[in-house]
């Protein structure tokens, strides 16, 4: 079946626009996460939610950052006011269950959106 | 607090030739370990986990990796290397004591390169 799909792939913007990075899961998984990926680095991570809501948004570094799942599938991550310091992949991942009812929980990520601020 | 750390930014070995990429952690009760690979342009892939039970598990592409406890480590092996295999490969930890992080801490990454 399909994997997690994100779009963009890249997007190329100036500093201070908006920008929406959309993630469509792989269907039937309840958890999705979003991470950052800066170069030479690992995951960061960002805001993980169970269905509609957001579980734990500890990672979102400012209120720049928001996303939203309204139907508990597709997400979107929204940054107001970029920064050429947001510039990273961002990526996001999907899983079957929460991570707190299943112990070894395995996400499964996209490919990521290649965000570059200009 | 969970950490992990990949002491190697990179990994050379030759085809054939067995492979080890390091991890180390750091968590306040027993962890849950992982291993991910990422191919240039693409999502990172599981490849294996450590729970609990036996101390080296069994993973995906004839990767294997053993937890050892004493040495808060769970470094990543294969007894022979493809050319295949290079990639990026990242260690990740969480902390299974109530209270703590549900989403796993991720390494910086090794890149993993196997030579003709």
């Known amino acids: 079946g399909a994997g997690v799909s994100q779009t963009p792939s890249n997007k190329v913007t100036e500093k201070g626009k908006y920008v929406e990075l959309r993630c469509d899961p792989i269907?039937?998984?309840?958890?999705l996460y979003w991470y950052r990926q800066s170069l030479g680095q690992g995951p960061e991570f960002l805001i993980y939610f169970q269905g509609t809501g957001a579980a734990d948004d500890s990672g979102l570094p400012n209120d720049r950052f928001f996303a939203v799942r309204p139907e508990g599938s597709v997400s979107t991550l929204k940054i107001q006011r970029t920064e050429r310091g947001d510039s990273a992949v961002y990526l996001c991942?999907?899983?079957?269950?929460?991570?707190?009812?299943?112990?070894?929980?395995?996400?499964?990520f996209g490919a990521g959106t290649r965000l570059s601020v200009l | 607090a969970q950490s992990v750390a990949q002491p190697e930014d990179q990994v050379n070995v030759a085809e054939g030739n067995p492979l080890t990429v390091k991890c180390t952690y750091s968590v306040s009760g027993n962890p849950y370990l992982f291993w991910y690979v990422q191919y240039p342009n693409r999502g990172l892939q599981f490849l294996l986990k450590y729970i609990t039970g036996d101390n080296l598990v069994k993973g995906s592409y004839g990767f294997e990796a053993e937890f050892n406890k004493s040495q808060t480590s769970f470094h990543l092996k294969k007894p022979s290397a493809l050319v295949s295999d290079s990639a990026l490969y990242f260690c990740?930890?969480?902390?299974?004591?109530?209270?703590?992080?549900?989403?796993?801490?991720f390494g910086r990454g090794t890149s993993l390169i196997v030579h003709p």
């Open positions: 269907s039937g998984h309840t958890a």
């Open positions: 991942a999907s899983s079957l269950t929460y991570p707190d009812r299943e112990r070894g929980n395995i996400q499964y």
């Open positions: 990740a930890v969480r902390d299974p004591l109530e209270g703590g992080s549900y989403i796993p801490t």
